[in-house]
């Protein structure tokens, strides 16, 4: 049955960050199994000791993979990886690849962030916030768009007991545009020092970089077709899809 997320996912190019991460894998395995997506471009971090195409070899044999490719075993080949890194500038895309995604891409997953509480401040800016500033000038290039889904997390406004579908920016003791540029600016050490000051009343660098990655999207964002999302914890074996209790990492036992 054709339902209206089918018909709209039917052909699109989707351009998924974080995609090798637990909540990465799932989006990316749930497009290619149940729709029909012409291409996932999936961005990919080098590692000192791993390249892209090393890295994005040992992801095609995860487990997650397994249903979806006895049903289409040719999913894969959908799959196009993306060098780059969303705690450098410009998303560490090359020119080429930045031309071909802006050229070729309807929909935007941005799944990637540090879900370290301990990140130092410095790090979790570029990666959590800074990132998500850069995904929404990336999403401007695209004369094609139609939707733009950042993912943050339920506890991105934990200041307050009860949250509602609506922007916080009353938790914020100083904006991001602001902070950002102190980022810029200052020193790495200077900035982490400064962390217990700019967080207020928020426990630690994750929740407050992603609040502040919200932010982001409520003031630079207003002209495209966005959408926060709010996952509560993840990091869980599943109860049915991709396969009942599957899990990737030790977080849940923590």
Not at 53 to 75: H, M, S, T, Y
Not at 97 to 114: E, F, G, K, L, N
């Amino acid at each position: 049955m054709q339902t209206d997320i089918l018909q709209f996912y039917k052909d699109k190019s989707v351009f998924v960050t974080g995609g090798t991460g637990f909540l990465g894998k799932v989006i990316i395995e749930k497009l290619l199994r149940s729709t029909d997506v012409r291409r996932v471009y999936l961005l990919v971090r080098p590692k000192k000791n791993d390249t892209v195409e090393g890295r994005f070899q040992a992801w095609k044999d995860e487990p997650v993979f397994k249903i979806l490719l006895k049903a289409k075993p040719e999913a894969l080949k959908l799959v196009t990886p993306i060098s780059g890194d969303c705690s450098e500038p410009g998303l560490g895309l090359s020119d080429g690849d930045r031309m071909m995604v802006t050229a070729d891409v309807q929909v935007i997953i941005h799944s990637a962030a540090s879900i370290r509480f301990v990140e130092p401040l410095h790090r979790a800016l570029n990666i959590n916030t800074r990132a998500t500033r850069l995904l929404i000038q990336l999403a401007k290039e695209m004369k094609g768009l139609k939707a733009f889904v950042h993912i943050s997390t339920a506890f991105s406004n934990c200041p307050s007991q009860h949250i509602e579908e609506r922007f916080y920016p009353e938790h914020l003791s100083c904006p991001t545009a602001k902070v950002l540029e102190f980022n810029e600016t200052l020193s790495p050490d200077l900035m982490d020092k400064m962390a217990p000051a700019l967080m207020g009343k928020f426990p630690n660098t994750y929740t407050y970089t992603k609040a502040l990655a919200e932010q982001v999207i409520q003031m630079e964002g207003q002209d495209l077709p966005i959408c926060v999302f709010r996952p509560a914890i993840s990091n869980f074996g599943k109860f049915n899809e991709p396969m009942s209790g599957w899990i990737d990492n030790l977080h849940a036992i923590s």
